[in-house]
């Protein structure tokens, strides 16, 4: 994200004149992040950051020009601190590694599923897990672009899948039902539909046992064959 004040990466964090600050950008991006998780993207605001932090809205303007860099921030202070793989020299172990860390910190801080929220701001850690995951697929015969492309694969699945498993816990928190309460509510209409004969496929579906863990259990399953896409990329 650009700006006349250029990246905020950039810039140092102390200003050279002026009161020394009272807080410090971490300060500031823990307590944005723990709002965030809390309340979700959209109650973020300058101002409301400002109630959290105990200053006046204005003065944090000192540290960050806009909302959009404080995402970068947290953004980036997340991919830090929060998510977690192990390269050890196995591609397709790296990256399923890589893949479950993300998974699991995205359904952590579900705001950085949106995709304003996800742009390429490439700060430092950012950039530390981006070559750490490309790292994995090095060496492989492959050009750079087809790296990349593997790397934005995977991610679009994982935010996909994710985003999946958000939504389910959104409607039940709004509803205020389980998944098995809120299918109580819909038997009578799903056995119509499916007692008229028209929809044998999705008989099958409704028929077969209940997977209390089906969204984990269908994101690995997916996963492996993702990866096993990726394998038919690598030269023989």
């Known amino acids: 994200m650009s700006s006349s004040r250029g990246v905020i990466w950039g810039r ?4 050279a004149r002026g009161p020394a ?8 991006t823990t307590a944005a992040v723990k ?9 973020l605001s300058m101002r409301a950051l400002a109630v959290e932090l105990g200053v006046g809205a204005a003065s944090l303007y000192r540290y960050v020009a806009r909302k959009d860099e404080l995402i970068d921030l947290m953004v980036d202070a997340v991919m830090g601190n929060d998510l977690q793989f192990e390269i050890r020299g196995n591609w397709r172990e790296d990256l399923r590694s890589y893949a479950q860390g993300l998974r699991a910190m995205m359904l952590r801080h579900p705001w950085m599923t949106v995709p304003s929220a996800g742009l390429r701001s490439l700060g430092p850690n950012t ?24 790397g934005e694969t995977l ?14 816990q959104e409607a039940v928190r709004r509803s205020g039902l389980d998944q098995e309460q809120w299918m109580r509510t819909q038997l009578s209409y799903i056995s119509s539909l499916l007692e008229s004969g028209r929809y044998p496929l999705l008989t099958r579906v409704f028929d077969a046992p209940v ?3 089906r969204l984990k259990h269908g994101f690995d399953l997916g ?7 990726f394998a038919q990329m690598l030269p023989q």
Not at 156 to 164: I, K, T
């Open 155 to 168: 991610d679009a699945y994982v935010r996909g899948r994710a985003l999946e498993e958000l939504s389910e």
């Open 12 to 15: 140092p964090e102390r200003a």
């Open 211 to 213: 997977d209390p863990d």
């Open 35 to 43: 709002l965030a998780d809390a309340q979700g993207i959209e109650a």
């Open 127 to 150: 950039a530390r897990r981006y070559e750490q995951v490309l790292s994995a697929i090095d060496g492989l015969g492959l050009r750079i672009d087809e790296m990349l492309l593997m």
């Open 21 to 28: 600050p009272s807080l410090s950008r971490a300060e500031i």
């Open 223 to 229: 996963l492996e064959r993702v990866l096993d896409g």
